[in-house]
């Protein structure tokens, strides 16, 4: 099972189409407070799929509140093409960065192998 966070409602909606689309389950959050509350309560959670900017607690926070009880893996989508931001994910620990606007098979791939 996927979970996926956006604050942007097109986004959400492209992410579990697709991954659906591809077999996966997917669950969708609009923030990352309510992300933080489905993941710690569906352990069948395999992947995280986050945004970074989102109003409220952000994907950095999100990252880290993760970080300190999970190796879950965590692929990060953002606009930004702040080549900062990344660095800051990936010493976060997140284990894939992907650029927002991204193609179909881009995410696929990723996420195909992160959960390996």
Request: no cysteine; charged share 25%.
């Amino acid at each position: 099972m996927i979970l996926a966070v956006d604050d942007e409602p097109h986004i959400r909606h492209v992410l579990r189409l697709v991954l659906q689309r591809a077999g996966y389950e997917v669950l969708v959050a609009d923030n990352a407070r309510e992300a933080l509350d489905i993941w710690q309560s569906r352990p069948e959670i395999r992947l995280l799929v986050t945004d970074l900017v989102m109003p409220g607690m952000n994907g950095f926070d999100l990252i880290r509140q993760v970080r300190q009880t999970s190796s879950l893996p965590i692929l990060v989508l953002t606009a930004s093409g702040e080549e900062q931001f990344e660095i800051e994910a990936r010493q976060l620990g997140a284990d894939a960065f992907l650029t927002k606007p991204f193609s179909r098979e881009e995410l696929l791939r990723e996420v195909s192998r992160l959960l390996g």
